[in-house]
């Protein structure tokens, strides 16, 4: 996969990937810092905490990280399966880096869907610990938080580890008669930032379970959103979902009372948008926005909360095929998109003022 450093303006970025471009905000500008062409699908992607890497997964197995600040590649590892040396795609990918040992510092956590999770090292290049979840499953999404690692795929069930210590703390499933849980495959997980005790979860089961680590139970849950990759997010006590459905994709619930908060119109002309989503979150920043790719309309689409609600603030459409991830950085105003058609790109939107 290469990477190819650029500064363009909005016209600039029309001409030369053939999209459209909408910016309803007068003041503001989009740039494209840099793009990233895969011969393959991309599936993930996740910039470190100071937003010095980037790392993407795609559909092929590869694995490729990113040092932004020299331009080039500075890792790079193909996921095999452990029975038929097939090469499998990376699903989820998260980083971590731990206060207490060097050996885990810079560390990337990858998942694939022979349930392979991997730590791996990537300023020395080296694999620090993979192990396989059982019974099969296969793992669609991954959350890394201080030092607790979350998962969940195919067999319904979140699993939470600790990181460091390398053991699993708690499984997470429903219990017939007992215990209600998930009943189909999880794409999304989330450890509530200032509650480490809380899970989030949400699948094609169309139920977002919130777990309660200490009682290893569900807490709660929000029926409707059907959940089809990484788009469940949390910021003050609200949670984000994004759903693969016609309508009423993008919506914002209160995490004490699992009401529903606000609908995040995707289409203000129309009901029914027909953009399934695959990727959402809240902005990292001080501003409030909200960011969300799309299978379908294959787009993407940022929204600002303006006067207590969001709106649309910004469309890049066009793609040849759908958008599955997205991120926002953590230390800056950049974002990253990636799909079908194997393009990957940076993006900032920013005030003319500052160009």
């Not at 977002?208 to 929000?222: E, F, N, P, T, Y």
Request: proline share 2%.
């Amino acid at each position: 996969m290469d990477y190819n450093r650029n500064d363009t303006i909005t016209q600039e970025l029309k001409t030369k990937f053939n999209l459209n471009v909408q910016i309803k905000d007068p003041q503001s500008r989009l740039f494209l810092k840099g793009y990233f062409k895969s011969d393959s699908e991309i599936h993930s992607s996740r910039f470190d905490k100071d937003d010095i890497m980037l790392a993407l997964g795609c559909s092929n197995g590869q694995v490729c990280v990113y040092d932004l600040t020299r331009s080039e590649r500075t890792a790079f590892y193909t996921y095999l399966s452990s029975k038929s040396n097939m090469k499998l795609p990376c699903t989820a990918l998260r980083w971590f880096s731990s206060e207490k040992s060097t050996k885990m510092r810079q560390v990337l956590i990858s998942a694939n869907t022979d349930g392979t999770i991997m730590y791996k090292n990537v300023k020395t290049d080296s694999t620090i610990y993979q192990f396989k979840e059982e019974d099969d499953n296969e793992v669609y999404c991954i959350d890394a938080l201080k030092n607790q690692l979350a998962t969940c795929g195919k067999d319904c069930k979140v699993r939470v580890y600790d990181i460091e210590a390398q053991t699993l703390q708690a499984t997470l499933e429903a219990i017939q008669w007992v215990q209600p849980g998930h009943n189909n495959k999880l794409f999304s997980v989330k450890i509530v930032p200032y509650e480490k005790n809380l899970v989030i979860s949400g699948g094609w089961d169309q139920n977002i379970v919130i777990w309660d680590l200490r009682q290893k139970s569900q807490a709660g849950c929000i029926v409707g959103p059907k959940i089809a990759g990484d788009t469940i997010d949390i910021r003050e006590g609200t949670i984000l979902t994004g759903a693969n459905r016609m309508s009423e994709q993008l919506q914002i619930w209160d995490l004490g009372t699992l009401k529903l908060i606000e609908n995040i119109k995707w289409d203000e002309k129309v009901d029914a948008a027909g953009a399934f989503i695959y990727g959402s979150q809240f902005g990292k920043g001080k501003g409030y926005c909200v960011g969300g790719v799309a299978h379908g309309t294959n787009e993407f689409k940022m929204f600002d909360r303006i006067k207590g609600s969001y709106k649309e603030a910004m469309q890049l459409g066009g793609f040849n095929k759908g958008l599955y991830t997205m991120d926002f950085a953590n230390t800056s105003n950049k974002c990253v998109i990636g799909g079908g058609d194997g393009l990957c790109l940076m993006l900032a939107i920013v005030p003319n003022k500052d160009q």
